[in-house]
């Protein structure tokens, strides 16, 4: 596609159960990155991609976060046992290349994740 | 942490005037970047500016990099209504391969 795609856009679910976030970055970007985003806060590092590389996990909340990518394309977020403070935008940004390497990050419309 | 951290947290200016907003980082960098959110979804690229560069321009946009201060600016000239919206910086912390935002500068021009 034309941009970084994320699903569902917004995504109500009640405490305690488990939801999953898709994201599609822009073909041929080997590096994709989740952000999470409170409300009027900024921008919080969850997990990076780099190719076939071992991702870096070391923004994950808790162990009931984790990510996959498939096929080094498709990127899914999983968070189990939800709870309030799950509560958060969820952004997903798709790069040509890594940060150091002087390219930008093309992020999508994200998901809004409200847990009740 | 190596996230920026941008200053004033909320700005608010008349249409045609000047905006200008600031950014600490901690570590070093091979470059800086600065990215505009509206309505809390998605960031939308701004420019760039290169650890060796000072001074970047891009339109109605100027951002200035200090990395003895560790520190950059981001200054928008003439400012419109439809300027209003988050503004971010993002560094790439050198060796650490990924973008690291600050908190925000949330700038509101009034009409």
């Known amino acids: 596609g034309a941009g970084v795609s994320q699903s569902p856009s917004n995504k109500v679910t009640e405490k305690g159960k488990d939801v999953e976030l898709r994201c599609d970055p822009i073909?041929?970007?080997?590096?994709l990155y989740w952000y999470r985003q409170s409300l009027g806060q900024g921008l919080e590092f969850l997990i990076y991609?780099?190719?076939?590389?071992?991702?870096?996990k070391s923004g994950l909340p808790s162990d009931r976060f984790s990510a996959e990518r498939t096929g080094g394309s498709v990127s899914t977020l999983t968070i189990q046992r939800t709870q309030q403070e799950d509560s958060a935008v969820y952004l997903c940004?798709?790069?040509?290349?890594?940060?150091?390497?002087?390219?930008?990050?093309?992020f999508g419309q994200g998901t809004r994740l409200t847990v009740v | 942490s190596q996230q920026g951290e941008e200053d004033p947290q909320a700005l608010s200016i008349q249409e045609g005037e000047n905006a200008t907003m600031n950014c600490s980082y901690k570590?070093?960098?091979?470059?800086l970047q600065w990215y505009r959110q509206n309505s809390g979804r998605g960031l939308v690229h701004l420019i760039l500016?290169?650890?060796?560069?000072r001074e970047k321009h891009s339109g109605r946009l100027r951002v200035t990099l200090d990395t003895s201060k560790k520190s950059s600016s981001l200054l928008i000239t003439a400012s419109r209504a439809a300027d209003t919206a988050s503004y971010f910086c993002?560094?790439?912390?050198?060796?650490?391969?990924?973008?690291?935002f600050g908190s925000g500068t949330k700038l509101n021009v009034k009409p």
């Open positions: 940004a798709s790069s040509l290349r890594a940060a150091t390497m002087k390219t930008e990050a093309f």
């Open positions: 073909s041929g970007h080997t590096a």
């Open positions: 991609f780099q190719g076939n590389s071992a991702p870096d």
């Open positions: 570590t070093s960098i091979n470059n």
């Open positions: 500016i290169r650890s060796n560069e």
């Open positions: 993002a560094t790439d912390g050198n060796n650490f391969n990924k973008f690291y």
